[in-house]
């Protein structure tokens, strides 16, 4: 809901009024309804992802769960290529790769969380998770090429999701705790915090989409990537929270030669002195074979 008034007060600024903005609003839910189905899909395909995620909490141990659930870095690339043509070269891959592994250091749990284990079963658990990381994956590509390929507002398509995906949560809410809210109200235990908390998400939301259209869904995960790490370092120095020890510090470099790797390919430096090894090998193997 608050994501859906922020998105409104930046189209009323487009549309240069409230009332043009409304207008604007009631003719892309009445006149363009294929156009609604299309922004559909990706909030449908977030309420399956978690739903998905709650079944292999259920079946999966902690550590299992953080490191599998990394994987929907490489689907997200896989379907980036598949569905939007994007090209990546070794070099990405193996950036993408060394992300992958760096995520899931920094996101392992700690302590008895990590060796808590499930009375479910792990098969059911391992599907669950790999179901959710291609759904998350296909979720930001869908959404990605729906923002790119259109001429609608990316503050149109922010009102379109967000309605969409309120109205999922409202379901959602009302089927768990229908009996709380219509005792207690829809917004009991709501404290100036949880605002704080909700308003920082709404805005989070809005600068996702903005990523997704200008920049891409891979770039979105090197974002998460560093966010984490950020997020764990301020904790640890504000809130003491958190300690880092070596499997973080591990993750942290990976996820820097990662982010390095990724935007600006191997330093010349590196390759210059690769192609020297390289020509020292060979000029042994030939002195080698020489020697009778």
């Excluded at 994501?3 to 903005?21: D, I, M, P, R, Y």
């Excluded at 974002?223 to 510090?249: H, K, R, T, Y």
Aim: net charge positive.
């Amino acid at each position: 809901v608050v994501k859906l008034a922020c998105s409104f007060l930046f189209l009323s600024k487009e549309q240069g009024s409230t009332v043009a903005a409304a207008n604007h609003v009631i003719r892309s839910f009445t006149r363009s309804r294929s156009d609604l189905v299309k922004v559909s899909v990706p909030s449908l395909l977030y309420t399956l992802q978690n739903n998905l995620l709650f079944v292999s909490l259920s079946n999966l141990s902690g550590a299992v769960y953080q490191v599998t659930y990394q994987l929907k870095i490489l689907t997200t690339a896989v379907l980036s290529v598949v569905i939007l043509n994007k090209a990546l070269g070794p070099t990405k891959w193996l950036a993408l790769l060394i992300l992958t592994m760096g995520v899931a250091c920094i996101q392992f749990p700690r302590g008895s969380s990590a060796a808590a284990v499930h009375e479910g079963s792990a098969t059911v658990g391992l599907v669950a998770v790999l179901s959710a990381c291609v759904t998350s994956g296909l979720a930001g590509v869908y959404l990605e090429k729906i923002l790119k390929q259109t001429d609608a507002s990316i503050w149109m398509r922010n009102i379109q999701l967000a309605s969409f995906g309120g109205l999922l949560a409202l379901i959602g809410a009302f089927l768990q705790d229908g009996e709380k809210i219509l005792q207690d109200g829809l917004l009991q235990g709501y404290s100036p915090l949880v605002w704080c908390v909700i308003l920082l998400q709404a805005v989070g939301g809005l600068v996702v989409a903005a990523v997704l259209k200008y920049a891409d869904n891979i770039l979105k995960c090197f974002g998460n990537a560093l966010s984490i790490v950020i997020s764990c370092m301020m904790s640890a120095v504000f809130l003491q929270e958190f300690s880092p020890d070596l499997l973080f510090v591990l993750g942290t470099v990976l996820v820097l030669v990662a982010t390095t790797l990724y935007s600006i390919g191997v330093p010349m430096s590196i390759q210059l002195f690769w192609r020297r090894a390289m020509r020292e090998g060979h000029k042994s193997e030939d002195s080698a074979k020489t020697i009778p």
